[in-house]
């Protein structure tokens, strides 16, 4: 009876032995360090990360690891795949020259970076000044990314393996691997401009809709007893309701007066704003109409951002002016 009963408790070390139990406390969910300099897209930098498989046993692809940087920090970020857990990581970046080697294999416990985890994780980030690190004249560096991992399914460890990432095997009889990674600069693009078009009247002392000559905003100038000289006035684009602040100031109108000739110049002010037509209406008498298209004078313009005419009236100094441009303005 002692002796089935000793054979009884030998089978059950045995069985332990075997499958290691998971710990309670084991973390299954994904972390990495908070950083501010964390973008909307997930990662660290405008450009998308470097993935590098982890390898755990040599065969078996159980993670892998993102490399990326800004213009400060060169960013690590080792992720397990669905049943593998890190238990300790063990990082190099540098030159070739200086990875702790003997008879050619690289000597894990002796890299620069290093964390133990306790309980487990399945994601971790190192975040590494550029500045504490060598590179070459291209901005270039290798990595070596070593991983103890488990492979734990319904709470029992199935196997422990070494992981490594990369495509170059080391000169040692081991199997471990490395590879290069050269800095990169992903600029965000910046928005396409956006070009908006209007109307624009030359502000003035009577509305259309004071002359009765529309519901809609826009100006008429009425001169009465001018004298020769210079007059510079606003033109101002999209002031729905005669209201200026609906709208903005686009540009101006220069009108020179001599005798009966009157020169009318449009020029556009505000950044990014050019003219694609123009209408002017002058005459001794008053305007019977808001339609710019039958003012009587009018250019087709290519964007550009003056425009000229030059009229005549009666030349008694009283005359009515309207001036019109069709304007587009690229932010």
């Avoid at 965000?188 to 502000?203: E, G, I, L, Q, S």
């Avoid at 009018?298 to 009515?320: E, R, V």
Wanted: charged share 10%; aromatic share 12%; glycine share 8%.
């Amino acid at each position: 009876m002692k002796k089935i009963i000793t054979l009884v408790f030998f089978a059950f070390l045995i069985v332990n032995c075997t499958n290691e139990p998971l710990s309670t406390d084991i973390q299954t969910e994904a972390t990495q360090p908070n950083s501010s300099s964390a973008t909307a897209k997930g990662t660290y930098s405008n450009c998308d990360p470097i993935s590098i498989n982890i390898m755990a046993g040599q065969f078996t692809n159980a993670g892998k690891v993102l490399i990326e940087n800004d213009a400060t920090n060169l960013y690590v970020t080792y992720t397990a795949f669905q049943d593998w857990y890190f238990s300790e990581l063990h990082l190099y970046v540098g030159p070739y020259a200086n990875v702790p080697l003997a008879n050619g294999n690289p000597i894990p416990g002796q890299f620069p970076y290093k964390k133990s985890f306790n309980p487990l994780v399945q994601s971790y980030t190192f975040i590494i000044p550029l500045s504490a690190i060598v590179l070459d004249a291209n901005k270039c560096l290798f990595i070596a990314a070593h991983s103890s991992m488990k492979n734990i399914v319904n709470g029992t460890v199935i196997r422990t393996e070494t992981g490594w990432a990369g495509d170059i095997k080391f000169p040692g009889k081991n199997w471990a691997t490395y590879f290069n990674y050269c800095l990169r600069t992903c600029d965000t693009p910046p928005p396409p401009p956006v070009t908006t078009c209007d109307t624009a009247y030359m502000f003035g002392n009577n509305t259309f809709n004071s002359l009765q000559l529309s519901e809609k905003w826009g100006w008429v100038t009425s001169y009465s007893n001018v004298t020769n000289g210079t007059y510079t006035y606003n033109l101002y684009a999209g002031a729905g309701q005669n209201n200026i602040n609906n709208g903005y100031l686009a540009g101006t109108v220069t009108v020179v007066i001599q005798g009966s000739n009157v020169q009318v110049t449009l020029n556009a002010t505000h950044s990014g704003t050019v003219f694609t037509e123009s209408h002017v209406y002058l005459s001794d008498s008053p305007p019977t109409t808001a339609a710019p298209g039958q003012y009587g004078n009018q250019h087709t313009l290519n964007n550009t951002t003056t425009d000229t005419y030059n009229l005549t009236y009666s030349g008694d100094g009283s005359f009515w002016l309207i001036v019109h441009a069709g304007v587009c303005t690229t932010e």
